[in-house]
């Protein structure tokens, strides 16, 4: 029998080919030990840092991130739930870094830092995913931050302005009102929602009380700010590895927004509260020294520094030609008894453009929000202000500086001059009109002309307990009667060639104005 060996050649071929094309090839590990969200892998020869790993458990497939590579060797932080990983099980590389979902989906909705919603309604798919750790934009990318960004608060609109692409912390004690703050930031973007300047804000619960977030989702919801809001959860039951990615996730799902811009599409304005950063530390703490990895100063790594400026350094006011977007920063640390040369807050101060510093002395005093005005700073500064701010602002700064300072006098039962007295009383009168109710945020026109009628002293003989009245019935007059001449107010954003007008409304009302006599008396 003759054999064709080309007819063999070409079957023996063919069946190559086959062979070749359904052959999967994938790094295979074995998990040898586990255990409080991290395991340790043995093989895995060709794993990079960051790169996402599959392990095939029981009750499905974990997710989990290379840490550490070692000799045989690699650490895992552990995503989702740990305890289906068994020592034994196969591990595989992905080859990719991790994604979260990012998208409007997810507006609206309280997620984990995976994306899996953690409110009880409908499953989120997305579009798009985005890399959760990435490399900050470079300076080329980037243009000075000049566009204001209102908080609605008068001590930090009139003193302490953050812009549009800033990064300004948010420190102090337990319970001084830090949250409080940042939540009053978002809840007064609800006015800008639904135009060119709206602005897409994501709250990042690190480390909380479940009880707290649920309260935080509450006080938005009542508010109407829930519509354009993300809230990413890694609360304090949560694994040491959810809290420790949090922060990066919120930035990715801002980061969405903000290359909108680019597209000819809005929003593109974000803002990301990251509260708080303290507790992230204490996750990745927790989190490197069951990786074994060195302890340094108060046991944190040496990367800590690392771990925040290369999340901060994500918020940006992106140039015109990609789009001119932004990504404001309000990361929250909380001090031990006023110890702001800690460590970590000192590594944050260093990072961040500025800092809302929270005393409480003055929230115990009534002072709310207990903003420190000496201590606070923002090094943006007037150029995240609207010129009548700028304005009336200045001489604010310098009558409460004073006003400290002549207080100390006072309390030790100084006799001052007539001059010393006066300033004494304007101070402590614009100590009662910074005063502000949680929640409830001034348009930055009615800031600036409260702030003018103290500057210009019309308030210097109105008593103390009626100063907040005062404020709201001029507001309210503004509204009113003299609705004309702040809507010129509102159209040039100065009070030049307007200050006379002003001081002409103002003297009419405090003539017409009568004081409570319920509580003068």
């Given amino acids: 029998m003759k054999i064709k060996t080309d007819e063999i050649t070409a079957v023996i071929k063919q069946e190559i080919e086959q062979f070749s094309s359904q052959l999967e090839i994938s790094d295979v590990g074995q998990v040898v030990e586990v255990g409080d969200g991290i395991a340790r892998v043995y093989g895995l020869s060709k794993s990079m840092a960051g790169e996402l ?24 932080a552990l995503f989702g739930d740990a305890t289906r990983v068994r020592e034994g099980d196969t591990v595989r590389g992905t080859g990719r870094l991790l994604e979260v979902p990012v998208g409007p989906e997810l507006l609206g909705r309280v997620v984990d830092p995976l994306g899996n919603p953690l409110d009880g309604g409908p499953a989120i798919t997305t579009k798009q995913r985005g890399k959760v750790d990435i490399v900050a934009p470079g300076i080329s990318k980037r243009q000075p931050v000049k566009e204001p960004l209102q908080f609605g608060i008068k001590a930090v ?102 290359w909108q811009g680019k597209e000819g599409k809005t929003p593109k304005h974000v803002l990301c509260v990251y509260d708080d950063l303290s507790k992230q530390a ?88 207990a903003i420190n005005v000496g201590i606070s700073v923002s090094r943006v500064g007037g150029n995240a202000q609207i010129k009548a701010m700028k304005e009336v602002a200045g001489s604010l700064r310098l009558d409460l500086a004073a006003f400290r300072e002549l207080e100390a006098f006072a309390q030790l039962g100084t006799e001052l001059d007539p001059a010393s007295q006066r300033q004494l009383d304007r101070g402590a009168r614009m100590v009662e009109l910074l005063k502000q109710g949680q929640y409830t945020p001034f348009d930055v026109i009615d800031q600036c002309i409260g702030i003018f009628c ?64 319920a509580k003068k008396a």
């Fill in 53 to 76: 790993l599959e392990f095939e458990s029981e009750g499905g497939t974990v997710t989990g991130q290379v840490m550490n590579l070692e000799t045989d060797t690699v650490g895992v």
């Fill in 157 to 258: 609109d009139s003193m302490i302005p953050v812009g549009r692409g800033q990064r300004e912390l948010v420190i102090g004690d337990r319970k001084t009102g830090k949250t409080a703050v940042c939540l009053d930031c978002i809840i007064n973007q609800k006015k800008y929602w639904g135009t060119e300047d709206a602005v897409v804000c994501i709250y990042v619960a690190v480390g909380q009380k479940d009880s707290t977030v649920a309260g935080v989702v509450e006080t938005l919801r009542k508010a109407g700010a829930l519509e354009y809001t993300i809230i990413v959860c890694a609360g304090a039951s949560a694994s040491a590895p959810m809290q420790y990615i949090a922060p990066y996730a919120g930035c990715a799902m801002g980061e969405y927004f903000m």
């Fill in 454 to 517: 103290a500057s210009k002293g019309f308030l210097d003989d109105v008593a103390r307990d009626q100063v907040r009245r005062y404020e709201d019935e001029l507001l309210e007059h503004f509204r009113g009667p003299q609705r004309a001449l702040r809507d010129e107010l509102v159209a040039a954003k100065s009070f030049k060639g307007l200050e006379d007008k002003f001081m002409a409304a103002m003297k009419a009302f405090k003539q017409a104005w009568r004081p409570d006599a």
């Fill in 282 to 369: 204490v996750a990745y703490r927790e989190l490197s020294l069951l990786l074994r990895r060195p302890p340094g100063r108060e046991a944190y790594p040496g990367d800590v520094f690392y771990l925040h400026s290369r999340l901060l350094e994500r918020a940006t006011k992106l140039s015109k030609e990609n789009g001119g977007g932004s990504l404001t920063a309000l990361p929250i640390i909380e001090t031990q008894e006023g110890d702001v040369s800690a460590y970590i807050p000192t590594n944050v101060i260093s990072i961040t453009d500025g800092q809302i510093y929270l005393q409480p002395e003055l929230f115990a005093a009534g002072v709310r929000p």
